[in-house]
């Protein structure tokens, strides 16, 4: 029982955490005035998330302990490239996952 509190607790906090986290700028409304610069930056957090979590699953095998185990020869690297080529000449997401995709399958049965 003891445990099941300590979740409870636990989920109940990180709720609190992220709501005001995530609402602070709503609560506190015109209040607070923000940069210009902040508020630059912050168009680029979503990008840097999704880089950081992209990177290592692309650049380095699976379960990686260090970018030491960095291999070109993988397939997530050349399914990437061709996904950001298709992208560039496209800007369709669907066709960038099908040819990124493509290209990963192909290399992980060739090679």
Do not use: C
């Amino acid at each position: 029982m003891q445990i099941d509190l300590n979740i409870a607790f636990l989920l109940i906090g990180m709720a609190v955490v992220t709501v005001l986290t995530r609402g602070f700028f709503l609560i506190l409304g015109e209040r607070v005035k923000i940069s210009p610069l902040v508020l630059e930056a912050i168009r680029f957090a979503p990008l840097a998330a999704m880089i950081a979590i992209l990177a290592p699953e692309i650049f380095l095998p699976a379960n990686a302990s260090s970018a030491a185990q960095f291999d070109i020869h993988l397939p997530n690297i050349w399914g990437g490239i061709a996904a950001l080529i298709a992208f560039y000449f496209s800007r369709k997401m669907v066709f960038t996952l099908v040819v990124g995709m493509a290209v990963f399958t192909a290399i992980r049965f060739w090679a």
